[in-house]
Protein backbone atom coordinates (compact mmCIF):
# COMPACT_ATOMS: atom_id res chain seq x y z
CA UNK A 1 0.00 0.00 0.00
CA UNK A 2 1.10 3.58 -0.69
CA UNK A 3 1.79 5.58 2.10
CA UNK A 4 3.99 8.89 3.63
CA UNK A 5 6.43 8.06 6.58
CA UNK A 6 8.86 10.41 8.13
CA UNK A 7 12.06 9.61 10.76
CA UNK A 8 12.83 10.01 12.97
CA UNK A 9 9.91 10.03 15.08
CA UNK A 10 11.08 11.53 18.24
CA UNK A 11 14.16 13.46 18.29
CA UNK A 12 15.78 15.63 20.51
CA UNK A 13 18.71 18.23 19.77
CA UNK A 14 21.23 21.08 21.32
CA UNK A 15 20.61 24.45 20.16
CA UNK A 16 22.81 25.36 17.48
CA UNK A 17 23.04 21.89 16.17
CA UNK A 18 22.17 20.60 12.23
CA UNK A 19 19.10 18.71 12.20
CA UNK A 20 17.31 16.63 9.45
CA UNK A 21 13.32 15.34 9.44
CA UNK A 22 12.83 12.62 6.33
CA UNK A 23 10.27 12.37 4.60
CA UNK A 24 9.43 9.62 2.29
CA UNK A 25 6.39 8.79 -0.26
CA UNK A 26 5.62 6.21 -1.86
CA UNK A 27 1.85 7.76 -3.54
CA UNK A 28 3.81 9.05 -6.51
CA UNK A 29 2.58 12.44 -5.59
CA UNK A 30 3.81 15.75 -6.93
CA UNK A 31 3.01 18.10 -4.29
CA UNK A 32 5.08 17.86 -1.03
CA UNK A 33 4.55 19.76 2.42
CA UNK A 34 6.32 20.20 5.55
CA UNK A 35 3.86 21.86 8.14
CA UNK A 36 4.99 22.47 12.16
CA UNK A 37 2.08 22.20 14.57
CA UNK A 38 1.64 23.95 17.52
CA UNK A 39 -0.76 24.45 20.46
CA UNK A 40 -2.80 27.88 19.39
CA UNK A 41 -1.20 28.10 15.79
CA UNK A 42 -2.46 24.86 14.82
CA UNK A 43 -0.76 24.09 11.40
CA UNK A 44 2.01 26.20 10.07
CA UNK A 45 2.89 25.73 6.24
CA UNK A 46 7.12 26.35 6.56
CA UNK A 47 8.45 25.09 2.76
CA UNK A 48 6.57 23.28 -0.07
CA UNK A 49 7.50 21.66 -3.13
CA UNK A 50 5.30 20.84 -6.76
CA UNK A 51 7.93 18.52 -8.33
CA UNK A 52 11.32 17.67 -8.49
CA UNK A 53 13.74 20.42 -8.01
CA UNK A 54 11.14 22.92 -7.07
CA UNK A 55 11.05 24.42 -3.64
CA UNK A 56 8.68 27.28 -1.84
CA UNK A 57 8.68 29.12 1.45
CA UNK A 58 5.79 28.78 3.39
CA UNK A 59 5.02 31.52 6.24
CA UNK A 60 7.35 30.22 8.72
CA UNK A 61 10.08 29.12 6.59
CA UNK A 62 12.91 30.89 8.38
CA UNK A 63 15.42 28.85 9.83
CA UNK A 64 14.35 26.02 7.99
CA UNK A 65 15.48 24.67 4.41
CA UNK A 66 13.94 21.63 1.70
CA UNK A 67 15.50 20.22 -0.99
CA UNK A 68 13.58 18.05 -3.85
CA UNK A 69 15.75 15.77 -5.36
CA UNK A 70 13.51 13.24 -6.49
CA UNK A 71 9.67 12.66 -6.36
CA UNK A 72 9.75 10.47 -3.01
CA UNK A 73 11.55 12.61 -0.91
CA UNK A 74 11.64 15.96 1.03
CA UNK A 75 13.41 16.49 3.64
CA UNK A 76 13.10 19.28 5.85
CA UNK A 77 16.60 20.76 7.47
CA UNK A 78 16.84 23.04 10.41
CA UNK A 79 20.40 24.73 9.77
CA UNK A 80 20.56 25.88 13.76
CA UNK A 81 18.15 24.75 15.77
CA UNK A 82 16.73 27.19 18.10
CA UNK A 83 14.46 26.64 20.95
CA UNK A 84 11.58 28.03 18.73
CA UNK A 85 11.11 25.00 16.55
CA UNK A 86 10.37 22.55 19.38
CA UNK A 87 7.55 21.61 17.94
CA UNK A 88 5.51 18.57 15.77
CA UNK A 89 6.43 18.43 12.18
CA UNK A 90 4.25 17.04 9.54
CA UNK A 91 5.25 15.97 6.43
CA UNK A 92 2.06 15.39 3.76
CA UNK A 93 1.67 14.96 0.02
CA UNK A 94 -1.07 15.37 -2.69
CA UNK A 95 -1.76 15.06 -6.18
CA UNK A 96 0.11 17.60 -8.79
CA UNK A 97 -3.70 18.43 -10.26
CA UNK A 98 -7.03 17.69 -10.77
CA UNK A 99 -10.34 17.35 -8.00
CA UNK A 100 -8.59 15.57 -5.34
CA UNK A 101 -5.65 18.46 -5.14
CA UNK A 102 -7.02 19.45 -1.81
CA UNK A 103 -6.33 16.06 -0.15
CA UNK A 104 -3.13 15.61 1.52
CA UNK A 105 -1.87 12.73 2.88
CA UNK A 106 -0.22 13.07 6.19
CA UNK A 107 2.59 11.15 8.02
CA UNK A 108 2.41 10.40 11.66
CA UNK A 109 4.39 13.20 12.46
CA UNK A 110 8.11 13.82 13.93
CA UNK A 111 8.61 15.23 17.27
CA UNK A 112 11.70 17.48 17.82
CA UNK A 113 12.55 19.41 20.99
CA UNK A 114 15.40 21.28 20.97
CA UNK A 115 16.98 22.04 24.60
CA UNK B 1 -4.29 39.25 4.05
CA UNK B 2 -5.47 35.68 3.79
CA UNK B 3 -6.36 34.31 7.03
CA UNK B 4 -8.84 31.24 8.50
CA UNK B 5 -10.30 31.54 12.10
CA UNK B 6 -11.36 29.03 14.54
CA UNK B 7 -12.76 31.02 17.18
CA UNK B 8 -13.07 28.00 19.85
CA UNK B 9 -9.60 26.47 20.78
CA UNK B 10 -11.89 23.85 22.94
CA UNK B 11 -15.63 22.55 22.49
CA UNK B 12 -17.09 20.38 24.84
CA UNK B 13 -20.53 18.45 24.32
CA UNK B 14 -22.45 15.68 25.78
CA UNK B 15 -22.94 12.51 23.84
CA UNK B 16 -26.17 12.56 21.57
CA UNK B 17 -25.80 16.79 21.58
CA UNK B 18 -25.75 18.83 18.63
CA UNK B 19 -21.92 20.69 17.85
CA UNK B 20 -20.85 23.11 15.67
CA UNK B 21 -17.45 24.12 14.74
CA UNK B 22 -17.05 27.41 13.54
CA UNK B 23 -14.74 28.76 10.75
CA UNK B 24 -14.54 31.71 9.12
CA UNK B 25 -12.44 32.76 6.29
CA UNK B 26 -10.60 35.51 4.39
CA UNK B 27 -9.29 35.01 1.33
CA UNK B 28 -8.96 36.39 -2.44
CA UNK B 29 -10.43 34.61 -4.77
CA UNK B 30 -13.27 31.69 -4.14
CA UNK B 31 -11.02 28.86 -2.26
CA UNK B 32 -12.21 25.37 -1.78
CA UNK B 33 -12.45 24.68 1.76
CA UNK B 34 -11.72 21.47 3.81
CA UNK B 35 -12.37 20.48 7.16
CA UNK B 36 -9.71 17.79 8.33
CA UNK B 37 -9.76 15.66 11.52
CA UNK B 38 -7.34 14.49 13.70
CA UNK B 39 -8.08 11.18 16.19
CA UNK B 40 -6.05 10.35 18.84
CA UNK B 41 -2.98 8.97 17.73
CA UNK B 42 -4.17 8.74 13.96
CA UNK B 43 -2.49 10.70 11.36
CA UNK B 44 -4.24 14.09 10.11
CA UNK B 45 -6.99 13.13 8.00
CA UNK B 46 -9.89 14.44 5.25
CA UNK B 47 -13.18 14.53 6.65
CA UNK B 48 -15.28 16.26 4.14
CA UNK B 49 -14.67 18.78 1.35
CA UNK B 50 -17.37 21.58 0.50
CA UNK B 51 -17.72 20.83 -3.11
CA UNK B 52 -18.69 17.25 -2.62
CA UNK B 53 -21.42 18.10 -0.02
CA UNK B 54 -21.06 14.85 1.58
CA UNK B 55 -22.33 13.89 5.14
CA UNK B 56 -19.64 12.11 6.79
CA UNK B 57 -19.72 10.68 9.83
CA UNK B 58 -22.79 12.51 10.33
CA UNK B 59 -20.78 15.87 9.82
CA UNK B 60 -21.86 18.37 7.25
CA UNK B 61 -20.56 21.68 6.44
CA UNK B 62 -22.01 24.66 4.78
CA UNK B 63 -20.25 27.16 2.87
CA UNK B 64 -21.47 30.74 3.29
CA UNK B 65 -19.93 33.10 0.92
CA UNK B 66 -21.94 35.84 1.88
CA UNK B 67 -20.69 35.36 5.58
CA UNK B 68 -17.46 33.62 4.44
CA UNK B 69 -18.00 30.93 7.01
CA UNK B 70 -17.80 26.99 6.58
CA UNK B 71 -19.28 25.48 9.93
CA UNK B 72 -18.69 21.79 10.43
CA UNK B 73 -22.18 20.48 12.06
CA UNK B 74 -23.68 17.22 13.65
CA UNK B 75 -26.61 16.93 14.98
CA UNK B 76 -25.94 14.19 17.76
CA UNK B 77 -21.88 13.69 18.87
CA UNK B 78 -20.68 10.66 19.41
CA UNK B 79 -18.27 9.58 22.14
CA UNK B 80 -16.06 8.49 18.84
CA UNK B 81 -15.95 12.53 17.78
CA UNK B 82 -13.62 13.64 20.20
CA UNK B 83 -11.00 14.77 18.69
CA UNK B 84 -8.73 18.05 16.95
CA UNK B 85 -10.67 19.76 13.84
CA UNK B 86 -8.68 21.69 11.69
CA UNK B 87 -10.65 23.89 8.83
CA UNK B 88 -8.76 24.44 5.55
CA UNK B 89 -8.92 26.69 2.55
CA UNK B 90 -7.56 25.39 -0.41
CA UNK B 91 -5.59 27.80 -2.78
CA UNK B 92 -3.04 27.31 -5.15
CA UNK B 93 -2.42 23.75 -4.73
CA UNK B 94 -1.80 24.44 -1.05
CA UNK B 95 -3.81 24.15 1.68
CA UNK B 96 -3.69 26.78 4.87
CA UNK B 97 -4.93 26.08 8.49
CA UNK B 98 -6.87 27.62 11.27
CA UNK B 99 -5.51 26.99 14.50
CA UNK B 100 -7.86 23.96 15.32
CA UNK B 101 -10.83 22.90 17.55
CA UNK B 102 -10.44 20.01 20.06
CA UNK B 103 -13.92 18.59 21.21
CA UNK B 104 -14.47 16.42 23.37
CA UNK B 105 -17.51 14.43 23.47
CA UNK B 106 -18.52 13.48 27.14
CA UNK B 107 -21.26 10.70 27.98
Known amino acids: DAEITQSPRHKITETGRQVTLACHQTWNHNNMFWYRQDLGHGLRLIHY???????NKGEVSDGYSVSRSNTEDLPLTLESAASSQTSVYFC??????????????FGEGSRLTVL | AQRVTQPEKLLSVFKGAPVELKCNYSYSGSPELFWYVQYSRQRLQLLLRHISRESIKGFTADLNKGETSFHLKKPFAQEEDSAMYYC?????????FGAGTTVTVRA
Open chain 2, 88 to 96: APHNDYKLS
Open chain 1, 49 to 55: SYGVQDT
Open chain 1, 92 to 105: ASSELAGTNTGELF
